[in-house]
């Protein structure tokens, strides 16, 4: 077994006292300087700092890949010969989605092509090697390939400054897991120097209180039922294999968009905008529009960069078909390097490829069977939860004949199953009352000792309520 | 989120600022509420230890005080047995008192409190060693987590700093989350977790150990130095494999330089007195250690500290016995808690100590000279 990078520490999560630090220390900088330069810089620094702390070698490889584009896409900008741009927008692919390769998809690839190349050889077993995944490759190739594709479209300018570039890539509230952000968002917002907003500090509070509220409160709690029973599904009953999985697409929508969350809170509060990255997901009333509000910055990033690309429904049917069953087959392989994943992108492009295809009954439509239909693509999104969440394609396999026919076995105790009912309840619950109640208007109108009150009232429940064992966030894996 | 902000930036402010005054009030307004909660919120281990005072019959006749070390090295079982072999049914009832991460300052606090409550021993057996008696006082974070209320902390300020200034934060200005078991054990009922799923009783895959160990456990080492708690105590730890070199290193850099702290001596003197004053005979005993962790105790700290207990023993009439090396290294699971075959032995060299004392009737002269 190889090993490379030797170093590994752990990641500064958000809801961690070092965070918290950091940030303090970031901010008041950030603040009192009165040069943008200044800013941006302190910044950086921080973003540096941030991934460093978990890992001090590979933050070179973050500034590698940072300083490579910003240079290939000045190259790009500066070509005249159509040529000559598609060269060097193939290189910066090659490196970016090399480098990806290489850390992610080795071991998978040697798997793959070992029973093929062992009997050349006299080893039995595969040398695989032991990498240590880059916190966040996956977000920060997609942002770079979006900028160097998007220079390469004329659609943007190539950035001048490299200060703006690195920052967008390495902004850290957003550099372990996203939101992706797209640089024709994100670099006109560094140009001006910003007048401290207390308005935008407030909205930045509530929403990383928000996260952290999902993150520590139900998905950490979450995690302490999913994750025995996906460690040995074969020991556990129908009913908690069913139970333990709609926890877990729970806990996932928790984990996530409560990480977002808090970034999306965090750069508010440095007087910087992310994209939105959930909307109310659960809701969906079919597997459509759940992707429209699932990952919202990846989803589109794969409509754009991907679907659209290979023709996406411009040609014919099968055409459409075929190039929904590839971007959803790469979207899933984007997670992970394993079946499981690649079973679960392949899962979700034919779910999407059916809805395409077979259009509901019209009686299906009436809007009193509204609730059957986000039920129905709940349920199947709790399917694909198995693939997600199961550690192989045969754990999966145990967990579907399970969940399908009825199987006795180890049944949760009747005081879980009700703190769990109530978590699901509390979810769905808050989901409905932010499509059905203008929140932000009554957080506005609200007096201020309640909305102070609201807001000290959150922090506290959410130390109270986070267990010992708050883990790293789920996506920081991917 | 997409939010689009109405600014207001003023509103905004005075929700923020009057967010923090909330917040900060509701750290220490709960910490208030803790400092006067019943001891079982935040010491459940010294409220069973004191209910078990209360309620034992016949009274209790010889009480232990210490840490760990006397926790897993005294078996009552063995001492009682030992005792009757030799003189019959006319054995006084022994009640074993030490806590994790005792020390002097819990040893007064338990004395204090079961004296209250009318339990009077004829006997106290007060661990002593140096390591209880350094600067800084190590295990003295136990107990500002434990009893220590703001009075205390003003007090123990200077060591507490030196000895742990995070864990003193943490407790006084972050008790909602430092002490978010016990809240949530008080009003539940019950500690977390709540959603504990246990193993499946037939064999599968292995399972990931993600399962918590038992609030319970945690609540009581809370507070304690990394380490200090995993001989002898929880469940968990009789099944590592006895190591009599672990630990030392972690003794060493707490022993090195040693400095005799000169209020932890003065707790001790205040607990001698106070079992003059009540009539209880006490006697100060240094468990038994590992050769490691003896190798720690040279000249500059044997010192200091025989010179201490010499001089307490004379004014207080409490004679010092000394079994650090009076066992084998293969009794120990670590450098300084003795496994079941050391605690065995060890029962009995003290039986062997008490018997004389309750028995005979003997004088302080005759218990002097069955020292070790």
Redesign the interface.
């Given at each position: 077994m190889l090993e490379w990078p030797a170093f590994e520490g752990a990641a500064v999560l958000f809801h961690s006292i070092e965070f918290l630090q950091l940030f303090v220390v970031t901010f008041a900088l950030y603040w009192s300087l009165r040069s943008q330069r200044l800013r941006l810089g302190t910044l950086l620094l921080a973003s540096v700092y941030f991934y460093a702390r978990w890992n001090p070698f590979l933050v070179f490889l973050l500034i590698f890949t940072a300083l490579f584009d910003f240079w290939i896409a000045r190259g790009i900008e500066r070509a005249q010969s159509p040529s000559v741009r598609r060269a060097l927008l193939v290189l910066s692919l090659c490196v970016t989605l090399g480098l990806l390769g290489f850390f992610k998809y080795t071991n998978f690839l040697l798997g793959l092509v070992w029973p093929v190349i062992r009997p050349l050889g006299t080893a039995s077993d595969p040398p695989f090697f032991k990498l240590i995944l880059p916190l966040g490759i996956s977000f920060y190739t997609f942002e770079t390939i979006s900028y160097v594709v998007d220079v390469y479209r004329r659609r943007i300018p190539a950035e001048r400054r490299l200060l703006h570039y690195m920052l967008f890539l390495m902004f850290f509230p957003h550099l372990i897991a996203g939101p992706i952000v797209r640089p024709g968002d994100f670099l006109p917002q560094l140009e001006k120097l910003r007048r401290f907003?207390?308005?935008?500090?407030?909205?930045g509070?509530r929403?990383f209180l928000l996260g952290l509220l999902k993150k520590a409160v139900l998905a950490d709690?979450?995690?302490?039922?999913v994750?025995?029973?996906y460690?040995?599904p074969?020991?556990?009953g129908s009913a908690?294999l069913w139970a333990a999985t709609v926890a877990y697409a729970l806990q996932l929508y928790c984990d996530f968009s409560g990480y977002s969350?808090m970034a999306?809170g965090c750069a508010h509060t440095f007087g910087l905008r992310l994209p939105?990255n959930f909307n109310l997901p659960y809701l969906s009333q079919n597997v459509a529009e759940f992707w429209r509000r699932w990952h919202i910055s990846l989803s589109t990033w794969l409509r754009d960069y991907l679907y659209i690309p290979l023709g996406g429904n411009r040609g014919s049917h099968l055409a459409t078909c075929r190039n929904i069953l590839l971007t959803m087959l790469l979207g899933g392989l984007w997670h992970g390097a394993g079946w499981t994943f690649l079973c679960w992108g392949l899962y979700h492009g034919i779910l999407l490829v059916v809805h395409r295809t077979l259009p509901l009954p019209r009686w299906l439509g009436l809007p009193v069977l509204v609730p059957l239909r986000v039920a129905g693509t709940f349920v199947l999104w709790c399917f694909g939860m198995v693939f997600f969440r199961a550690r192989s394609i045969g754990d999966a396999g145990v967990v579907f004949s399970r969940m399908l026919l009825p199987t006795r076995?180890?049944e949760?105790?009747p005081?879980?199953a009700l703190?769990?009912g109530a978590i699901v309840l509390v979810v769905f619950m808050a989901s409905l009352a932010a499509r059905w109640v203008d929140l932000?208007a009554i957080a506005?109108r609200a007096p201020?000792?309640v909305?102070?009150?609201a807001?000290?009232?959150g922090?506290?429940l959410a130390?109270?309520?986070?267990?010992?064992?708050g883990g790293a966030f789920i996506y920081f894996q991917f | 989120m997409g939010v689009e902000t109405k600014a207001n930036p003023q509103r905004s402010a005075r929700i923020l600022l009057l967010a923090g005054v909330f917040f900060v009030c509701g750290q220490l307004g709960f910490g208030a509420f803790l400092d006067t909660a019943p001891l079982a919120v935040r010491f459940p281990e010294a409220a069973a230890a004191l209910e078990r005072a209360r309620t034992q019959h016949p009274r209790p006749d010889i009480v232990f005080f210490g840490s760990s070390r006397f926790m897993a090295a005294i078996v009552p079982a063995e001492i009682d047995n030992r005792l009757r072999a030799a003189h019959g049914e006319h054995v006084p009832a022994l009640l074993p008192m030490a806590v994790l991460g005792g020390d002097f300052v819990s040893t007064e606090f338990l004395l204090d409190r079961m004296l209250a409550q009318g339990v009077q021993p004829r006997v106290a057996v007060i661990e002593v060693s140096p390591d209880l008696l350094g600067r800084p006082p190590h295990l003295l974070s136990a107990q500002l987590e434990r009893l220590f209320r703001w009075r205390d902390v003003l007090h123990w300020l200077p060591e507490l700093f030196e000895a742990d200034w995070s864990a003193l934060l943490n407790a006084r200005l972050l008790p909602v989350y430092h002490y978010r078991k016990e809240l949530l054990g008080w009003l539940v009922g019950r500690p977390p977790p709540y959603l504990f799923v246990p193993a499946p009783a037939f064999p599968v895959a292995p399972v990931a150990p993600l399962v918590q160990p038992a609030a319970s456990a945690q609540t009581l080492q809370r507070g304690l130095p990394t380490g200090i708690a995993s001989a002898g105590d929880s469940p968990a730890a009789t099944e590592v494999p006895d190591d009599p070199t672990h630990g030392v290193d972690r003794w060493a850099r707490w022993l090195r330089p040693f400095h005799l702290s000169e209020r932890c001596a003065e707790v001790l003197e205040r607990i001698l007195a106070r079992c003059k004053k009540e009539e209880i005979t006490c006697i100060l005993v240094e468990p038994p250690v590992a050769s490691g962790h003896r190798g720690l105790y040279g000249e500059d700290v044997a010192t200091p500290y025989r010179r201490l207990l010499g001089r307490l023993g004379r004014d207080y009439d409490a004679p010092y016995f000394d079994f650090a090396d009076r066992l084998p290294d293969t009794s120990f699971r670590d450098d300084s808690h003795v496994n079941h075959r050391g605690a065995t032995t060890f029962s009995a060299l003290l039986a062997d100590l008490l018997e004389p004392l309750w028995l005979r009737g003997e004088t302080q002269d005759s218990i002097d000279s069955l020292a070790p």
């Open positions: 907003d207390w308005s935008r500090v407030e909205l509070a929403l709690q979450l995690a302490q039922v994750d025995p029973v460690a040995a074969g020991g556990f908690t969350d999306i939105m076995g180890a949760l105790a005081s879980v703190v769990l932000e506005r201020v000792p909305a102070a009150g807001l000290a009232l922090l506290l130390q109270i309520l986070s267990p010992d064992a | -």
